[in-house]
């Protein structure tokens, strides 16, 4: 199985802050990364695919980079409806696999 | 538009079998590429990738459950039922179903249910 790691577990951050969230895959994914946000009570949505593919409706101060075994979901300015639990998942290859997520709360 | 729903006990014993349905709209699951899954969640801890089932009715199953797990499709229904047996607290978590378009998107779940919480106790 592949392991993706994110780190960090938790983040604090204020708003307008720039965030940075690093997932690492155990082998070669390709580009084959989404970015998921996480938020109690709500469905899961999808921000980014393909590494760095904007989803239809997902603010532009979300971004994802990345090749290989090492990706970002940057936040360019921390809104209040971006504190939320954020995963990363490669697609490469089954089992599907996600990274252990990274909460982002207010400082 | 697309939506999916999860529902089936809240409860179940240890050592009983889990039944959820997934009931969709907005899709068909006879659609070249759509395929349904399941994902889980325990309290606490990270996003957890179940089974899979596509159009043509192949289904994928995590490795580490594909003993405990079973899926099937209900086209006409547009449902898609998860067994899951011999229940430990450990499976104690919210269950999501969600969308996947491998044509699309290629195997990511693109859209989710709200899931449904599932505790495993006596």
């Known amino acids: 199985d592949i392991q993706m790691t994110q780190s960090p577990s938790t983040l604090s951050a204020s708003i307008g802050d720039r965030v940075t969230i690093t997932c690492r895959a155990s082998q070669s994914i390709s580009s084959r990364l989404a970015w998921y946000q996480l938020k109690p009570g709500k469905a899961p949505k999808l921000l980014i695919s393909k590494t760095s593919s904007l989803e239809s409706g997902v603010p532009s101060r979300f971004s994802g980079s990345g090749s290989g075994t090492e990706f970002t979901l940057t936040i360019s300015s921390l809104q209040p409806d971006d504190f939320a639990t954020y995963y990363c998942q490669q697609y490469n290859t089954y089992p599907l696999t996600f990274g252990g997520g990274t909460k982002v709360d207010i400082k | 538009q697309i939506t999916l729903k999860e529902s089936g006990p809240t409860l179940v014993k240890p050592t009983q079998t889990l039944t959820l349905t997934c009931t969709f709209s907005?899709?068909?699951?006879?659609?070249?590429?759509?395929?349904v899954g399941w994902i889980r969640q325990p309290p606490g801890k990270a996003l957890e990738w179940l089974v899979l089932?596509?159009?043509?009715?192949?289904?994928r199953y995590s490795p580490s459950l594909k003993y405990r797990l079973t899926i099937s499709k209900d086209t006409s229904k547009k449902q898609v039922v998860l067994t899951m047996t011999n229940m430990d607290p450990v499976d104690t978590g919210t269950y999501y179903c969600?969308?996947?378009?491998?044509?699309?998107?290629?195997?990511?779940?693109?859209?989710w249910g709200q899931g449904t919480l599932v505790t495993v106790s006596a």
């Open positions: 907005g899709f068909s699951l006879s659609t070249s590429g759509v395929g």
């Open positions: 089932i596509y159009w043509d009715d192949d289904k």
């Open positions: 969600a969308y996947w378009n491998i044509e699309v998107a290629g195997a990511l779940p693109s859209l």
